[in-house]
């Protein structure tokens, strides 16, 4: 796997964790946040926790692969990606209007705090 395929899919597995985390078991918590968010090596985490490396990475993977069901079935990052997409496309369009700046600042605000909820 290339570099920036792995960087991929290290960001959109952090993106799913990010929604769906709660969801998952108390080790795939773990796991997934000492080798996704804290860059551990599957060695590392072995150690820590007296397991083999083998283990872990079946622990991960599986990890993996309910965070995506959970996508698949409730599609929350696919979600969050269509609204970032439009409040960029509808501040665009505020931007570029003949609108008074007041009004714009206004609206621009309105989407800073939507954009936030997030």
Known sequence: MSQENRLE???RINLLFDFYELLLTEKQQTFLKYYF???FS???IAAEF???RQ???EHIKRAEQVLEQYEE???LLKKHDQ???RLEKL???VNSSAMEHDKKSHINEIMDQLDAWE
């Open 55 to 57: 283990a872990v990475y």
């Open 73 to 75: 079935k409730l599609g």
């Open 91 to 93: 501040r665009e369009l």
């Open 83 to 85: 609204r970032t997409r």
């Open 42 to 44: 599957l060695g590392e």
């Open 37 to 39: 968010h804290d860059d």
């Open 9 to 11: 899919k290290t960001n």
């Open 50 to 52: 007296e397991i083999s």
